[in-house]
């Protein structure tokens, strides 16, 4: 909206008012009494300051734009999140095979619905190291932690907090899944606790990638492909 002067906003404010309060003369009967006439002219100033003000409430939002500003800042901070996840490569582990995950939801669709993960893998416990988490996960997390990024979002972040870990004996012991992230160091592998399952973070991640794209659809015009940064390689097998 154009930008319009404070003390032309005034004039035509008084200049509204006086309009609203002689009409009514123009327009009186003969057998209206002057009593009458000045009280709907009154009545004809209140309705007119009561549309200016209006229009001065829709001016002042239109000027500071404080939702529309407040959007855009959790828009920037949803993309910068984007960024982060578009082409991360985890790789699981197993003594029967291994799964190459992203946040891609058709990949991890077509995992969840792969048999040998539904009769074997799904109830497996997750292993990590905490150098290589910490190397894939802090970027987001620092992020989760921004005052811009939308609750909900935050909310299917908040499985990647670690609350308490703890060693095991034999991480290649097969009721176990290792999962790889950024490096192919293996130094000491730890169970999370509580524990997750590789269907519940396969879950997690397809739940976290559903909220951002709902979200964007919502509050934008930005419509979001996880496929189209895939990694070139996945982290490689020690």
């Known amino acids: ?9 005034i004039n035509i404010s008084v200049l509204l008012c006086v309009i609203a309060f002689i009409l009514p ?3 009186k009967k003969s057998n209206d009494s002057l009593l ?3 009280s709907v002219s009154f ?11 209006l229009f001065i409430a829709i001016f002042l939002y239109e000027r500071f734009g404080l939702e529309s500003r407040f959007i855009n800042n959790q828009t920037d901070k949803v993309l910068e999140l984007v960024d982060q996840l578009k082409g991360k ?11 190459l995950l992203g946040t891609n939801r ?13 009769e074997i893998d799904k ?6 190291t905490l150098e290589d988490y910490k ?22 972040i908040s499985f990647l907090n670690l609350i308490m870990v703890t060693n095991v004996e034999n991480p290649l012991n097969n009721e176990y899944v290792r999962l790889k992230f950024d490096t192919e160091n293996e130094n000491e592998w730890v169970e999370i606790l509580p524990k997750l399952t590789l269907l519940e973070f396969i879950n997690h991640l397809d739940n976290l990638s559903k909220s951002i794209e709902k979200w964007l659809k919502q509050h934008s015009d930005i419509t979001i492909d996880f496929k189209l940064e895939e990694p070139e390689k996945y982290p490689s097998e020690k």
């Open 135 to 156: 190397n894939s996960w802090d970027k987001v997390l620092e992020i989760s932690r921004s005052y811009w990024l939308p609750q909900k979002i935050k909310e299917k």
């Open 43 to 53: 009545t004809a100033i209140g309705a007119t300051a009561t549309l200016i003000t």
């Open 106 to 118: 058709d990949k991890l669709k077509f995992v969840k619905e792969f048999p040998k993960f539904n």
């Open 89 to 99: 490569s985890i790789r699981c582990e197993t003594n029967n095979g291994t799964y």
């Open 36 to 38: 009458s006439t000045i």
């Open 123 to 128: 109830e497996k416990i997750v292993l990590i």
């Open 25 to 27: 003369f123009f327009f």
């Open 1 to 9: 909206m154009k930008k319009i002067k404070k003390k032309k906003l």
